[in-house]
């Protein structure tokens, strides 16, 4: 399965943007997808993650109430709804899937490229 993320930009502060992680194969239906995030200078960190069929979501403290994922299986497709940004949510982001449906602990075997977001005061 190859993933690629999309959607980055750049935003000012408080404003929504919503990447997208689509990926290639059809095991990314059976798949366990998760968000992170670098910034510059700083580690990876966690953002989001959803379950193989949607039905389960977990979210970084720094993310919650603010950031929606979302998982559509037709569309081979993982979303990151970004609400409320903030000049520290200013990262690179990358979507990783776990093929073997991990849960609550994905072992992410594939990883995207990453797409850039800048959110600006």
């Known amino acids: 399965v190859q993933l690629q993320a999309s959607g980055g930009g750049v935003v000012q502060v408080g404003g929504s943007l919503r990447l997208s992680c689509a990926a290639s194969?059809?095991?990314?239906?059976?798949?366990?997808v998760g968000w992170f995030r670098q910034a510059p200078g700083k580690e990876r960190e966690f953002v989001a993650r959803?379950?193989?069929?949607?039905?389960?979501?977990n979210y970084a403290d720094a993310v919650k109430d603010r950031f929606i994922i979302s998982k559509d299986n037709s569309k081979y497709t993982v979303f990151l709804q970004m609400g409320s940004l903030r000049p520290d949510d200013t990262a690179t982001y990358y979507c990783?899937?776990?093929?073997?449906?991990?849960?609550?602990?994905?072992?992410?075997?594939?990883w995207g490229q990453g797409t850039l977001v800048t959110v600006s005061s």
């Open positions: 194969g059809r095991a990314f239906m059976f798949s366990t």
């Open positions: 959803v379950s193989w069929n949607g039905a389960l979501r």
């Open positions: 990783a899937a776990d093929p073997s449906r991990g849960w609550p602990a994905p072992n992410y075997k594939q």
